[in-house]
């Protein structure tokens, strides 16, 4: 078998190549940080992050920082897959589970409904939940037509976030 350094130039592994032109250049620690924020943000950090570089919320240069910053998000994920996924999920846990903080310090009817220990609680506030976070990060992650990614964001959110929990209650039970 040939060594890999013997191989010709164009069969070695590429880098990703960038709508720039070239390899994105980022560091690793403020992509883990954007991550974060961008799980935390429901997708909506890059646009944040330029609206405040630029002063403006729309125009070519927030267009342009906007782009940039999503190119390095993209760059980053193809080197670091593991990092920015782990990352992004631990940040859109961070807003549910503040909710569910709150919510436990309410009168406790409502809270018995609210937090689930009812069967119906559950269903309800996993489908509420489920609906809000998957309306908002699709809006939030879509690059394009972000009305009908967060229509179907909210509905496949919804049916998953009321519905696995109870299925793996259940399953549990029966174990």
């Given at each position: ?13 590429q ?12 560091s ?7 991550s ?13 992050e ?9 125009g070519?240069?927030y ?14 994920g193809?080197d ?9 999920i ?10 569910a ?22 269903l ?6 489920g609906t ?5 990060s ?6 394009k037509?972000?009305?009908?990614e967060?229509?179907?964001?909210g ?20 174990t």
């Open positions: 078998m040939a060594d890999y350094k013997d191989a010709p130039i164009a069969d070695q592994p880098a990703f190549k960038s709508v720039l032109g070239s390899p994105v250049e980022y690793g620690l403020a992509e883990t940080a954007r974060v924020g961008q799980g935390l943000t429901f997708g909506t950090l890059d646009e944040i330029a609206a405040l570089r630029t002063g403006s919320i729309s070519p240069e267009e342009r920082q906007r782009n940039i910053l999503r190119e390095q998000q993209k760059q980053f193809m670091a897959p593991i990092v920015k996924t782990s990352s992004e631990g940040g859109s846990l961070i807003a549910p589970l503040g909710i903080k709150q919510v436990a310090r309410l009168a406790p009817a409502t809270k018995d409904l609210i937090t689930g220990t009812t069967t119906l609680g559950q309800l506030r996993g489908a509420a939940i809000t976070t998957g309306a908002a699709s809006y939030g992650f879509a690059e037509e972000a009305g009908s967060a229509a179907v964001g509905i496949f959110g919804g049916i998953l976030g009321g519905s696995v929990p109870i299925v793996v209650q259940r399953c549990w039970q029966t």
